[in-house]
């Protein structure tokens, strides 16, 4: 099956409901000086929920700009972005920052957790920028804290857990509220390899519960874990294709 855009696809259209990201022409220029890159040249992309996708490249291909502008991070110069069948391309930044908090949950490579705060704490704190209240907001917390493993973990400070353990912290606060997609930029760069496949376990394990993941990452062995690779080089996507665990 192919993963372009529908041919039948119009600017404008509302994308089908089981395709949860589409890009349509999606340019990114950034200007130097007198000099403009052209970070993205026009990327065509889908992908349907559940999906586990890895998005590849050296540096310098426009993986990080891609990441940026899925995650609402950045917007495109031209071109169409719909998450979740809203158009989020044309949002102002008030608005993204509303869409980047109920449907995108980040993993970053540096775990970036409050130094001083319970894991319970930190995975709460998505839900405070929300306005919950704090009964639901602990019950909600302790589940995604549990969901990864680290049930009995709840009231350690970052300073009392392992690289690993860290992590599965902030997975656990990436999905605190229930995102559409799971993003995760480089989510093993800081953790040796045993470490790495606990962490990727822990993807492959709630990619089976149906939650749709977007692995950005320039390591193999970790791609490897996706269902799907998008290979992007200057800005276009060279190849796209199915891996051996699509199967």
């Not at 705060?117 to 930190?122: G, Y």
């Amino acid at each position: 099956m192919s993963h372009a855009v529908p041919m039948d696809f119009r600017t404008g259209d509302t994308p089908l409901p089981d395709i949860i990201i589409l890009t349509h022409k999606l340019t990114r220029d950034y200007e130097l000086g007198a000099e403009v890159v052209h970070a993205l040249r026009g990327v065509d992309l889908q992908i349907r929920r559940n999906e586990f996708t890895a998005c590849m490249g050296p540096s310098g291909s426009g993986k990080s700009t891609l990441m940026n502008l899925l995650g609402c991070l950045d917007t495109p110069t031209a071109g169409e972005y719909w998450l979740n069948q809203q158009k989020v391309s044309e949002l102002n930044d008030d608005q993204l920052a509303r869409i980047r908090n109920k449907e995108i949950g980040f993993v970053f490579q540096t775990f970036n957790l409050l130094p001083r705060a319970t894991a319970l704490h930190n995975v709460e704190l998505p839900l405070i920028y929300a306005g919950m209240g704090a009964k639901e907001r602990r019950e909600r917390a302790a589940l995604s804290l549990e969901r990864v493993g680290l049930g009995d973990r709840m009231g350690h400070r970052p300073n009392e857990l392992s690289g690993g353990q860290r992590q599965r912290v902030a997975i656990a606060r990436a999905l605190v509220n229930d995102p559409s997609i799971l993003l995760a930029d480089e989510p093993t760069g800081n953790l040796d390899s045993q470490t790495s496949a606990e962490i990727m376990g822990v993807f492959e394990t709630l990619h089976a519960a149906g939650q749709t993941i977007i692995l950005i990452t320039h390591e193999r062995d970790i791609a490897a874990h996706a269902s799907r690779q998008i290979h992007l080089l200057d800005g276009k996507i060279e190849r796209d294709e199915k891996t051996e665990r699509a199967a």
